[in-house]
């Protein structure tokens, strides 16, 4: 016959790990995992296209995240990006132990705030494995605050962006579900941020349509 104690145990090593689970951090308030060297490295793969071992002019204007990054991540001002460079970037991205940047925009049309515009925050495909996407749609003052689509957050959302670069994509669609924006706002977007932790914290940042 079984030691009643064995079959108590298991039960109260189960409940162990339940209480152990509770204890830790949920994975979503956990900072995304980096991969610095590599990262850096890659991203000479991905768009060094004159093979010259660096990111600049054209070559950064395909991947406006980056270009957005220059400002703060070109340490030695030659006015591209290093793999070192790069890499360094991520480095604080992950030393920072930031979980998610709060990001406001505003769109403006002569400067009259539109409602109903939606914005997308793609992951330059450097990070695109890395981080997630973030949505939102703009308010009656013609802001938005984009959010992360989350399972496990409580309220299916996580509000803010991970640290990184991206590609905006802006888009206002008819009743008839017609683009009403010139694609250089959405397909063709060249509109990037790079939310580095703390950088844009308390800032809202406009965009200005220039439709006509
Ligand atoms: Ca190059
Ligand atoms: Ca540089």
């Not at 949920?26 to 990111?55: C, L, R, V």
């Not at 494995?129 to 009656?140: C, M, R, Y």
Request: net charge negative; with cysteine.
């Amino acid at each position: 016959m079984r030691n009643p104690i064995d079959t108590i145990l298991p039960g109260c090593l189960g409940l162990a790990l339940i209480v152990a689970g509770c204890a830790r951090r949920p994975d979503i308030m956990i900072s995304p995992k980096w991969h610095a060297t590599a990262t850096g490295k890659q991203a000479i793969e991905f768009y060094d296209d004159n093979d010259d071992g660096k990111i600049d002019d054209e070559e950064l204007r395909q991947c406006p995240g980056l270009l957005d990054l220059l400002s703060v991540g070109d340490t030695n001002s030659d006015g591209a990006l290093s793999p070192e460079e790069i890499s360094a970037r991520i480095e604080r991205y992950e030393s920072s132990g930031f979980v998610l940047v709060p990001f406001e925009l505003q769109i403006k049309d002569g400067g009259v705030p539109v409602v109903g515009v939606v914005v997308t925050m793609i992951p330059e495909k450097l990070v695109a494995d890395t981080i997630e996407p973030a949505t939102g749609v703009t308010d009656s003052v013609g802001r938005v605050i984009p959010t992360i689509d989350h399972p496990d957050a409580a309220t299916g959302v996580l509000r803010g962006l991970r640290p990184g670069m991206y590609r905006c994509e802006i888009s206002l669609k008819s009743s008839q579900g017609d683009e009403k924006l010139p694609a250089e706002y959405n397909t063709a977007s060249k509109l990037g941020f790079e939310i580095g932790p703390g950088h844009h914290i308390d800032s809202l940042n406009v965009v200005e349509l220039s439709r006509h």
